[in-house]
Antibody
Framework: QVQLVQSGAEVKKPGASVKVSCKAS????????MHWVRQAPGQGLEWMGW????????KYAQKFQGRVTMTRDTSISTAYMEMDNLKSDDTAVYYC?????????????WGQGTLVTISS | DIQMTQSPSSLSASLGDRVSLTCRAS??????LNWYQQRPGKAPKLLIF???SLQSGAPSRFSGSGSGTDFTLTISSLQPEDSATYYC????????FGQGTRLQIE
């Protein structure tokens, strides 16, 4: 069965960087885009970007361009999301999600979420 | 940027009720609209894609309609497990989510 297992919770200081991992299993990792979505405490969902695990191509939401980098390691079926220069309002649960659609986008399997807390 | 506006922000209804949630896009997105359900403390779950296609495993009481700028998610007969927040998402360009509709079962 399809599973996305994310790395554990992180506590970071303002200005630091964080790297969250998402290990995929149960399907061909290179066959589906992987998206990242975040959710601040008590708030809605915010789309961050996607990576094509087949060729490493990426697309980022304008808000995150220059501060977020999405990468992957196909040898271990794992996607990564790294964010630099963290601020307090980056405190959120970060999700990875598989994109099953072709020609459009739709996220059918999600990781369990990784809480990233920014605190001095 | 495309803005996605959901209404109402919150809704309370009774078991067995038929409810409709609305999502409006600030520009024409064709049928490129998804609906997700999120229960507290859980990851979102895909319910509807391309406006009206029911995701595998989603209950048949959920249905989606609309195109262009106006979309609707309908739950035909509310069940206790439908208590959740529902989000629409533009799947055409910016992948923006709406702000959500919180549905409570009385």
């Amino acid at each position: 069965q399809v599973q996305l297992v994310q790395s554990g919770a992180e506590v970071k200081k303002p200005g630091a960087s964080v790297k969250v991992s998402c290990k995929a299993s149960g399907y061909t990792f290179t066959g589906y885009h992987m998206h990242w979505v975040r959710q601040a405490p008590g708030q809605g969902l915010e789309w961050m970007g996607w990576i094509n695990p087949n060729n490493g191509g990426t697309k980022y939401a304008q808000k995150f361009q220059g501060r977020v980098t999405m990468t992957r390691d196909t040898s271990i079926s794992t996607a990564y999301m790294e964010m630099d220069n963290l601020k307090s309002d980056d405190t959120a649960v970060y999700y990875c999600a598989r994109d099953v659609c072709s020609g459009t986008y739709c996220l059918d399997y999600w990781g369990q979420g990784t809480l990233v807390t920014i605190s001095s | 940027d495309i803005q996605m506006t959901q209404s109402p922000s919150s809704l309370s209804a009774s078991l067995g009720d038929r409810v409709s949630l609305t999502c409006r896009a600030s520009q024409n997105i064709g049928n490129n609209l998804n609906w997700y359900q999120q229960r507290p403390g859980k990851a979102p779950k895909l319910l509807i894609f391309v406006a009206s296609s029911l995701q595998s495993g989603a209950p048949s009481r959920f249905s989606g309609s609309g195109s262009g700028t106006d979309f609707t998610l309908t739950i035909s007969s509310l069940q206790p497990e439908d208590s959740a927040t529902y989000y629409c998402q533009d799947s055409y360009n910016t992948l923006t989510f709406g702000q959500g509709t919180r549905l409570q079962i009385e």
